[in-house]
């Protein structure tokens, strides 16, 4: 089913210890764009979590926001200096040596010197963290697709609803086109014969249709309007596809808007140069739409 390429998208994962929020928006862009705003303490997943969304987002400038929250227990440590200790032991009995004291050694007078003993935090392992996460990832992917399949759908029914009005117009220049040439040649023939009949002659018929003759084929848009029909009949169909289909779809309507272009150059006629404008309007509503699809 066609995918927009704007959307927005929520996910949550909490137990007792963890809280994860993931929030995905994206929007419009040429290729797929993502961008990723987490704590540095999860840098070591971000490959993991682009491989996750571009496997389901396949175009779009897409931002991705990750916040995370601990609620169990934290865990710490103490760390021993043992260098530091063992300096600072050495210079105690440096300094009673010089000083000629006794030095009353005290492992808990050692243990108050700065830096000999630090408390730190001990971190989890990111990657035991990653199914976790995962799991908002996967949520808030899941609701953004939801949104691009919705407005995918109601841009899918205007650009059908649109492709039906362009045939409908191309209808009536098929219509119109045989009647081009006819026209010509009885006007041809009439102003011909208004200004031979000043002159007591008649006009040269055979010399007559041969103009008329080359004219209808400078001016024949037969080639066209099949062609025409062709890249309408593409359009809808790749429209129905259930691939992404932007690029293509791209493609297809430069190939309709370049048919329509010659048509009206070519046709020399008031009533299809007006139709082609009514069709040009159209292409350019429908070529807007796309540029929201993936």
């Not at 119109?176 to 011909?192: D, H, T, V, W």
């Not at 169909?237 to 009206?264: C, P, W, Y």
């Amino acid at each position: 089913m066609l995918k927009s390429m704007t959307g927005f998208g929520r996910g949550e994962f909490v137990d007792d210890d963890y809280r994860f929020i993931v929030e995905i928006k994206a929007v419009n862009h040429r290729y797929n764009e993502i961008s990723i705003r987490m704590p540095k303490t999860f840098g070591s997943l971000e490959d993991k979590i682009r491989r996750a969304v571009a496997g389901v987002l396949v175009r779009g400038r897409i931002d991705i926001f990750i916040t995370a929250d601990e609620y169990g227990q934290s865990k710490k440590t103490v760390r021993i200096d043992k260098e530091l200790a063992i300096a600072y032991h050495k210079a105690l009995k440096d300094l009673g040596d010089l000083l000629a004291i006794p030095v009353n050694e005290n492992i808990n007078n050692i243990a108050r010197y700065p830096d000999v003993l630090r408390v730190e935090e001990v971190a989890d392992d990111v990657s035991l963290l990653w199914p976790k996460m995962s799991q908002a990832i996967d949520d808030a992917v899941n609701n953004l697709m939801a949104m691009r399949l919705a407005e995918g759908a109601n841009i899918q029914k205007d650009m059908l609803a649109r492709i039906d009005k362009i045939g409908e117009y191309i209808l009536f220049v098929e219509g119109r086109a045989p009647q081009i040439a006819e026209e010509y040649r009885e006007k041809l023939f009439s102003r011909m014969r208004d200004l031979l009949s000043a002159v007591g002659a008649e006009p040269d018929e055979s010399r007559l249709l041969q103009e008329a003759a080359l004219f209808a084929d400078r001016t024949s848009i037969t080639e066209e309007l099949v062609r025409l029909g062709s890249h309408l009949l593409q359009l809808r169909e790749t429209l129905l596809a259930d691939d992404s289909v932007g690029r293509k779809l791209d493609f297809i309507i430069q190939e309709v808007n370049r048919e329509t272009n010659t048509i009206g150059s070519k046709a020399n006629d008031s009533a299809v140069a007006n139709m082609v404008l009514e069709i040009k309007s159209e292409i350019e509503k429908v070529r807007e739409q796309i540029q929201n699809i993936e």
